[in-house]
């Protein structure tokens, strides 16, 4: 009998340390989306037109790929951030595993939760491939090539126009390709709910114990006693 309330101890702890690793995940991710809504800004469409108004054309457009340059850096540590959610949610993962193995329901929702965390870990992998594409320094004088500079040094440059347009371009797929894989996430976490809530008798938070799971609380507080 001692050992139940052993067990019983393991489990709650364990499942407070689920949580916890779970509650750094979403503060990752929200820090992360806001992050990307900074740097979003430096890529608003006429910002610097409007900001630097009245200054010369190459002036504003130096300032225009400066600005770019920070975007991506804010894309960069956004991207980094997502991997971490990533990583404290497989820490959460782990800690539960045992539990989870105990009937086939628990064990299809941990397997499911596990493809859903790999989703999740190669789109972030993505997001900072395709954010490091967006720098402007690659491709050293690309902005001289891109449409926005038109003039003379982007007369007769059709292979350096081509490779600075790859690069961006290259980016763009990278986030796609991640999003994808952000969204077969979300898929896969919502299946998840849905299921739990159909076939899983779940004593996490929100869960009414039943009378056998009373009688054994209470032989174990009285062990413990």
């Known amino acids: 009998m001692p050992s139940l309330s052993h067990e019983r101890t393991g489990s709650t702890t364990s499942k407070q340390s689920e949580k916890i690793a779970l509650n750094f995940g979403n503060r990752h991710c929200f820090a992360a989306g806001l992050v990307f809504l900074i740097g979003s800004l430096f890529y608003w469409p006429g910002i610097y037109d409007w900001w630097y108004e009245g200054e010369d054309e190459t002036y504003i457009h130096n300032m225009e790929e400066n600005g770019e340059g920070h975007g991506a850096g804010c894309f960069i540590a956004g991207s980094i951030l ?66 926005r500079y038109e003039g003379e040094a982007q007369a007769g440059e059709p292979v350096a ?65």
């Not at 859903?116 to 490091?132: P, T």
């Not at 371009?169 to 996430?185: K, N, P, Q, V």
């Open 82 to 147: 997502f991997l971490m959610a990533s990583m404290f949610n497989a820490i959460g993962l782990g800690m539960n595993k045992e539990e989870n193995e105990q009937n086939d329901n628990m064990r299809v929702v941990h397997y499911v939760h596990l493809v859903a965390l790999l989703c999740s870990q190669v789109g972030s992998a993505l997001f900072i491939a395709g954010s490091i594409m967006y720098r402007p320094i690659l491709g050293s004088v690309c902005p001289d090539f891109d449409a």
């Open 161 to 225: 126009e081509h490779a600075c347009e790859t690069s961006g371009t290259m980016g763009t797929y990278l986030y796609i390709y991640g999003s994808i894989l952000y969204l077969a996430e979300a898929l896969l976490n919502f299946f998840n709910t849905c299921f739990k809530h159909l076939k899983c008798d779940s004593d996490k938070v929100g869960h009414k114990a039943g009378p056998d799971e009373e009688e054994e609380d209470d032989v174990a507080n009285l062990l413990q006693g």
